[in-house]
T-cell receptor, first 113, second 113 residues
Framework: DTAVSQTPKYLVTQMGNDKSIKCEQNLGHDTMYWYKQDSKKFLKIMFSYNNKELIINEIVPNRFSPKSPDKAHLNLHINSLELGDSAVYFC????????????FGSGTRLTVV | GNSVTQMEGPVTLSEEAFLTINCTYTATGYPSLFWYVQYPGEGLQLLLKATKADDKGSNKGFEATYRKETTSFHLEKGSVQVSDSAVYFCALSTVQGAQKLVFGQGTRLTINP
């Protein structure tokens, strides 16, 4: 039973399109995150939600809009996709304090052509 | 702000060699420290963690000790295998401020038979 699951695993789309990535966790965690991994493997946080409430919103273009319908789901919608959005996007979850670590999904590789 | 610095990669070793990947951190407050591993084409897996000074995290033959006096959390393994080839990330999390995981830049490790 997958703890943090993301769909789709691969996403190839044209510039200007709108796309969504879905994330679900079955660990009972209160906090969920989106991270972006660039071509050099660097990982940077984009957003975090605690129990459906937005906690962190790093400097991310407002074309990116996270949505958390409940504390087990955190989806990422991206409008007007650009070439520079090509990356691997990871969803993660943790208990409130992060003491026990963070559990990551397997990633979504987004390629904008 | 909080930050993590890892040794520059890539690192290439022969099988059964001794491995050290250096990691130092800067943090406000008292962080928890983590090593994550990303195997080719896969997501991030928690390798080990430590939550207080002098704690030693260990897993799969890997070890790291939380050194508060040197703000370090170096990863070591006594005898590496080809299957250890992956990208390794040092990371920290603090309870002060918004909860998030801050990553180092990653170190690519290749083990040759």
């Amino acid at each position: 039973d997958t703890a943090v699951s993301q769909t789709p695993k691969y996403l190839v789309t044209q510039m200007g399109n709108d796309k969504s990535i879905k994330c679900e966790q079955n660990l009972g965690h209160d906090t969920m995150y989106w991270y972006k991994q660039d071509s050099k493997k660097f990982l940077k946080i984009m957003f975090s939600y605690n129990n459906k409430e937005l906690i962190i919103n790093e400097i991310v273009p407002n074309r990116f809009s996270p949505k958390s319908p409940d504390k087990a789901h955190l989806n990422l919608h991206i409008n007007s996709l650009e070439l520079g959005d090509s990356a691997v996007y990871f969803c993660a979850s943790s208990q409130v304090t992060g003491y026990y670590g963070y559990t990551f999904g397997s990633g979504t590789r987004l390629t904008v052509v | 702000g909080n930050s993590v610095t890892q040794m520059e990669g890539p690192v290439t070793l022969s099988e059964e060699a001794f491995l050290t990947i250096n990691c130092t951190y800067t943090a406000t407050g008292y962080p928890s420290l983590f090593w994550y591993v990303q195997y080719p084409g896969e997501g991030l897996q928690l390798l080990l963690k430590a939550t207080k000074a002098d704690d030693k995290g260990s897993n799969k033959g890997f070890e790291a000790t939380y050194r508060k006096e040197t703000t370090s959390f170096h990863l070591e393994k006594g005898s590496v295998q080809v299957s250890d080839s992956a990208v390794y990330f040092c990371a920290l999390s603090t309870v002060q401020g918004a909860q998030k995981l801050v990553f180092g830049q990653g170190t690519r490790l290749t083990i040759n038979p």
